[in-house]
């Protein structure tokens, strides 16, 4: 079973633009959850969507936007890009929503954008 | 508001010790997750629980909801077990996503 993919692997963008980033999960999974990961913050928690519909979204700007098909391939914008968007961004899928000890998270391998 | 502590933040070891790194949090949760985070970002899952105790290989994960807290154990580490340690909590209800400790950076030396 091949694993979670983003694309790009790399970006990089000036201020003021807007990236996409893709997250295709496992086969089957209909879960996927967005996190970003800075040197100061750590790993934070974007959204997670499930069946197309965002159930949870964490403590993030507007700018930051994402939605899911019905084929559970997921993305995330960003507007507006800010020289603190600079991160690493993962994503990663499960075959349920939330809670339930046996729903567990399988990373892809990031998006690292830089902002200049 | 959520918090998820994790300690040692830094550790280095000799190849072959018992590792411990531990993790505390502060509100009621579902469920605990434990990731390994190698250099270049990929992360992998190690465990997820939600009482007592989990083994997998020479790793060993408990965990006591009453005094919120967690631990996780590497037997006969090895310098491929380099690598950050990551702790995370979902918060009963659901309704926030994964709240992450800070990670714990961890050196086996041959």
């Known amino acids: 079973k091949a694993g979670v993919t983003q694309t790009p692997r790399y970006l990089i963008k000036t201020r003021g633009q807007q990236v996409t980033l893709s997250c295709s999960p496992i086969s089957g999974h209909r879960s996927v959850s967005w996190y970003q990961q800075t040197p100061g913050q750590g790993l934070q928690f974007l959204f997670e969507y499930f069946s197309e519909t965002q159930r949870n979204k964490g403590n993030f700007p507007g700018r930051f936007s994402g939605r899911q098909f019905s084929n559970s391939r997921s993305e995330m914008n960003v507007s507006t890009l800010e020289l603190g968007d600079s991160a690493l961004y993962l994503c990663?899928?499960?075959?349920?929503?939330?809670?339930?000890?046996?729903?567990?998270?399988?990373f892809g391998p990031g998006t690292r954008l830089t902002v200049l | 508001k959520n918090e998820v502590e994790q300690s040692p933040q830094n550790l280095t070891a000799q190849e072959g010790e018992f590792i411990t790194i531990n993790c505390s949090y502060s509100?009621?949760?579902?469920?605990l997750h434990w990731l390994q985070q190698h250099p270049g970002g990929g992360i992998v899952s190690l465990f997820m629980?939600?009482?007592g105790k989990k083994k997998h290989g020479r790793l060993i994960a408990t965990i006591n909801i009453q005094e919120k807290h967690s631990s996780l154990h590497i037997t006969a580490s090895h310098p491929r077990d380099s690598a950050v340690y990551i702790c995370a909590v979902r918060p009963r209800g659901g309704a926030d996503g994964l709240t992450f400790g800070k990670g714990t950076h961890l050196i086996i030396q041959p």
């Open positions: 509100v009621g949760i579902s469920a």
């Open positions: 990663a899928s499960s075959s349920q929503p939330g809670q339930g000890e046996g729903n567990e998270q399988f």
């Open positions: 629980l939600s009482s």
